[in-house]
């Protein structure tokens, strides 16, 4: 038997699951099922504590793809000082929430009719190389725009224990932070809108402390390349990077304490920003999923169910982590655990595991099961045309529940 991930405190009632209000085996009955559901009080939860945390010289940007669906967006995106996207399309999608002035975009390979696109409506670019920037300035030149430009930068050190590392190595992400000054000062000489660094060192990091170190590595840094570029940025994006517990023994980072930390480090007058995707939003999001049948094979149990990889990749173990482990998931109705299941999607490939040998109650055939941390990493970051099953519905439950 193996251990499951810790449900979100939200959801941690006995009993009947419910999700804003509302039981999980009514919202699987009105909506069908696979369904996300993402409750935006929850959402709201999360930025109030995000900001009550942080000093209020930092600004909160929501990385838009970890969860671009369009009424989420339409809630969180009033809440949050900026949107961060990673390509044009993302772009649009930003643009009907939020002033072009207020969004970023950052990522690799940015296409000249990309950039071409940001400028003209004027949200910034984070410059991933030499390359882009010659290319946007050429780009703006020719329409005759001012570009916003920041550079993105590669820094030295990387954020320890973090899930994705971004920083301390070769990478197609950003400058490495040695050439940054002389290309801030080619951008301010071609007359460009310069708008400062985005430092983004890892992703999925729980480790409080390392998170508060990587922090005042990065303002360090950010004041070390202003003082050799011999300009003040307008703005140094901090990046992100905390993560949520998706696993047994996971524990929350100590926003607070990194609050706090970062206080204490901070350029008096300077503004600041971190983007975050996943911190924000995979809390408020649960997949339900329904049992379509129920078989042994070699004394083991399998609930194989209409939901799996293809709407909710990550739970089965196949993004961004090394070893697969079961995030959490309950049976919807409820019950007393009294044997060992695994839980397995429709899909051709036994990569499609949702929960392996996990202690469960008994389940028939009908029943709903939810896998949480679905609020992140869900529909767009799975492979939904393998296999041909239909996509997922997604569903905002109300901003009332309290
Ligand atoms: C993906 C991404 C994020 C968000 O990452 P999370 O782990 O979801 O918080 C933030 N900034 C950049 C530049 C990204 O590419």
């Known amino acids: ?20 209000g509302r039981a999980a085996e009514d919202w699987a009955a009105g909506h069908g099922t696979p369904l996300f559901v993402y409750d935006a009080a929850i959402i709201a939860d999360r930025v109030a504590t995000l900001r009550a945390a942080m000093p209020a010289a930092v600004e909160i940007h929501y990385a838009i793809k970890a969860n671009p669906y369009p009424p989420l967006l339409g809630v ?30 950052a990522g690799p390979g940015k296409r000249d009719s990309e950039l071409e696109a940001a400028i003209r409506v004027g949200a910034t670019i984070n410059l991933e190389s030499e390359g882009e920037a010659n290319r946007a300035l050429a780009i703006a030149d020719g329409i005759g725009i001012m570009p916003k430009l920041a550079v993105r930068v590669n820094p030295s050190f990387e954020l320890k224990g973090s899930g994705m590392k971004m920083g301390g190595r070769p990478s197609p992400f950003g400058v490495d932070a040695d050439r940054v000054p002389a290309l801030v000062q080619r951008l301010i000489a071609a007359g460009a809108d ?14 409080t402390a390392a998170i508060i170190e990587t922090q005042r590595a990065t303002v360090q840094l950010a004041r070390e390349l202003a003082d050799r570029a011999g300009a003040e940025p307008p703005l140094v994006n901090l990046g992100g990077g905390l993560g949520v517990p998706y696993f047994s023994g996971d524990t929350p980072v100590d926003v607070a304490a990194v609050g706090a930390a970062l206080g204490e480090v901070l350029q ?26 129920r078989k042994e094979s070699g004394g083991e149990t399998f609930l194989v169910v209409d939901g799996g990889l293809h709407h909710q990749l990550a739970a089965t173990g196949n993004f961004g982590t090394v070893v697969r482990r079961n995030y959490p998931v309950r049976l919807a109705r409820g019950g007393e655990a009294s044997e060992t299941v695994s839980i397995v999607g429709p899909l051709c490939t036994p990569l499609d595991r949702l929960a392996d040998r996990i202690a469960f109650p008994r389940a028939n055939v009908g029943d ?13 970051a799975s492979p939904a045309r ?15 529940h309290g």
Request: charge should be negative; aromatic fraction near 12%.
């Open 1 to 20: 038997m193996k251990p499951t991930g810790p449900i979100p405190s939200w959801f941690t009632g006995d009993g009947a699951l419910t999700i804003a």
């Open 76 to 105: 969180l995106a009033p809440l949050v000082g900026g949107l961060d996207v990673a390509s044009a399309g993302e772009l649009a999608t930003a643009l009907a929430v939020k002033p072009a002035a207020h969004i970023s975009f």
């Open 194 to 207: 310069w708008r400062g660094f985005h430092i983004f060192a890892g992703s999925q990091a729980l480790d």
């Open 268 to 293: 008096p007058g300077w503004a600041y920003a971190i983007e975050l995707g996943r911190w924000l939003v995979a809390e408020c999001g649960v997949y339900l999923t329904r049992v379509v049948d």
């Open 368 to 380: 709903v099961i939810a896998v949480f941390l679905a609020g992140a990493y869900g529909p767009t």
């Open 386 to 400: 393998f296999l041909g099953h239909p996509d997922a519905v997604e569903v905002l439950a109300g901003v009332t």
